[in-house]
């Protein structure tokens, strides 16, 4: 088959195993559609509110500006990588962790992205029931069903999605925002309305780990790219600008003061837009399918692509075995540890993405066809680093724990590094005098 003559079949060849070929590549455009309409969900509304009701507006949004340039720099750099190469998270891995070492790796995060699609088939179901009465279970698995059939068509898809959320999710805010800031009890406020409890580098944390693991994992989109630049300029349209203004919506929506406990829904503007008219309510249940869709197929193909490659499977069977396995977790009310599970990706995730990053960018190791089983110096950098951030989250948590967790990635990797080299070279001297 010719590479323009798949253009224009629906399913295109995912190369779950291969680089994509530079003739497969992708219109910026496409790649950029994938990752723009990513974030600007209803989920990140909620971090945007959470953030806003205890930092207060002002400190709120300067937190989630840092939080989404900190993501805009770790995936970017790894962007550039997959569209300079055309690799997958999977196979990138490989390269730092190691042919047998990447499997545990790969394996967490394509389980964490499958955790992430429960979580928002479950949220399909309760904001549809609680915002207009349906069903909940009913809901949760039409929502998943949906969500497969998508994935299961692959990149184009997602783009396509990615267009159709994008603009939806900007028209249902601005209603959202002018109702709340017409029907405010008490007028928009900069001050924090749910007390202590969050720090300003734990509200960094939050927005990072919001997108930690798709993050790490953004190869997956962004290998369809031309090179490497067009994937970091993709890149750019998801981290600041499409997070960062759906995190601003929630944050506008929580300090107009007309959400009931803010410090737990956030910036669930579901709950404004209901009760308003047959219009506005038909528009508001196409809005949850296809908003909550976008980031449920994002994090379905991010989990296919990666076990298809650990398993040696096709990218779209394991989108069948992924999806029903998440919609029964949904079922089973996973979606409800939300915020620990961000808890947890903010903890050990942040190094993995600074470990790949230093391994075959900053320090630039040649690529090399006989790749090792394993690569010690990777894990007791993510050990060491992972138990630094566990140490701040608990001792410190007025600071960041992605951004130390990052630092220290970096630090530990760096020297060992030093001392892998001087044995290295010290190995290959006594073998040249031996010989």
């Not at 007390?195 to 994992?217: K, P, R």
């Not at 909550?292 to 490659?309: K, P």
């Not at 650990?310 to 989108?319: D, H, S």
């Not at 919609?327 to 993405?353: E, R, T």
């Amino acid at each position: 088959m010719q590479p323009n003559q798949s253009e224009h079949k629906l399913l295109d060849p995912e190369f779950e195993h291969t680089p994509v070929p530079k003739e497969y590549r992708k219109s910026l455009a496409l790649v950029a559609a994938v990752w723009f309409g990513f974030p600007m969900v209803l989920t990140s509304a909620v971090i945007g509110g959470v953030i806003t009701a205890f930092l207060g507006f002002k400190t709120g949004v300067e937190a989630m500006l840092v939080g989404n340039l900190l993501l805009f720099i770790i995936v970017g750099l790894l962007s550039y990588k997959a569209g300079h190469t055309g690799l997958n998270f999977a196979l990138i891995a490989q390269k730092t962790f190691g042919k047998s070492g990447y499997y545990i790796v790969s394996g967490l995060l394509s389980a964490m992205v499958v955790g992430w699609f429960a979580f928002q088939v479950g949220l399909t179901g309760a904001t549809m029931n609680g915002s207009f009465g349906s069903n909940m279970l009913l809901m949760t698995i039409v929502g998943g069903v949906l969500y497969i059939a998508v994935t299961y068509i692959g990149i184009k898809a997602l783009s396509f999605l990615g267009w159709i959320a994008a603009p939806m999710y900007i028209l249902m805010a601005i209603i959202a925002i002018v109702i709340s800031l017409k029907t405010s009890p008490t007028g928009f406020t900069n001050h924090p309305i749910a007390g202590a409890g969050l720090s300003f580098g734990a509200a960094v944390s939050l927005v990072f780990a919001g997108f930690a693991d798709s993050g790490t994992m953004t190869a997956d989109f962004t290998r369809w790219a031309k090179n490497g630049r067009s994937g970091v300029i993709a890149t750019m349209f998801a981290f600041p600008i499409a997070n960062f203004l759906a995190e601003l919506v929630g944050g506008i929506v929580v300090a107009s003061g007309v959400i009931k406990d803010p410090g737990t829904n956030g910036g669930n503007f579901m709950m404004v837009l209901s009760g308003h008219g047959t219009l506005l309510t038909v528009l508001s249940i196409l809005f949850v399918f296809i908003n909550l869709g976008a980031v449920s197929t994002h994090c379905l193909y991010n989990g296919a692509v990666g076990w298809s490659h650990m398993t040696g499977k096709k990218m779209r069977t394991l989108t069948m075995i992924l999806g029903i396995i998440g919609i029964v977790a949904a079922v089973s009310g996973i979606w409800n540890v939300f915020l620990d599970w961000l808890n947890l990706l903010g903890v050990v995730i942040p190094p993995i993405a600074a470990i790949i990053i230093m391994d075959q960018l900053v320090l630039r190791r040649k690529s090399n066809d006989k790749l090792k089983k394993w690569n010690p110096l990777a894990f007791i950098t993510w050990v060491l680093s992972s138990m630094v951030a566990f140490v701040i989250n608990f001792k410190a948590p007025e600071l960041s724990v992605a951004v130390c967790g990052i630092i220290a990635a970096v630090i530990f990797y760096a020297i060992g590094s030093i001392f892998v080299n001087k044995s290295v070279s010290k190995s290959d001297h006594q073998s040249a005098v031996g010989e």
